[in-house]
């Protein structure tokens, strides 16, 4: 796993948009990106990190537990 303070500022805000809508494709519209573009990057964190962060499905995209568990600890 990598280290996560070696992540990108916009890497971590296409996180939470994709998270804050359940869609990459609302995503990207919200961020002014291709929907392409948004999925790379997602894919980019998960190879980096080593982990899932999407539930991937026919009606959106969930946040896997580990997410979950990441940013609790995150703010405590």
Do not use: H, P
């Not at 992540?7 to 392409?36: G, P, R, T």
């Not at 998960?46 to 009606?59: A, K, P, S």
């Amino acid at each position: 796993m990598q280290d996560i303070s070696r992540l990108k500022l916009s890497q971590l805000q296409i996180l939470i948009a994709v998270a804050d809508c359940d869609s990459f494709s609302e995503a990207a519209l919200n961020l002014q990106l291709s929907q392409s573009a948004v999925s790379y990057a997602i894919a980019t964190l998960e190879e980096n990190l080593g982990v899932v962060l999407f539930l991937r499905g026919r009606y959106g995209a969930q946040l896997t537990l580990w997410v979950n568990r990441w940013s609790i600890a995150l703010v405590r």
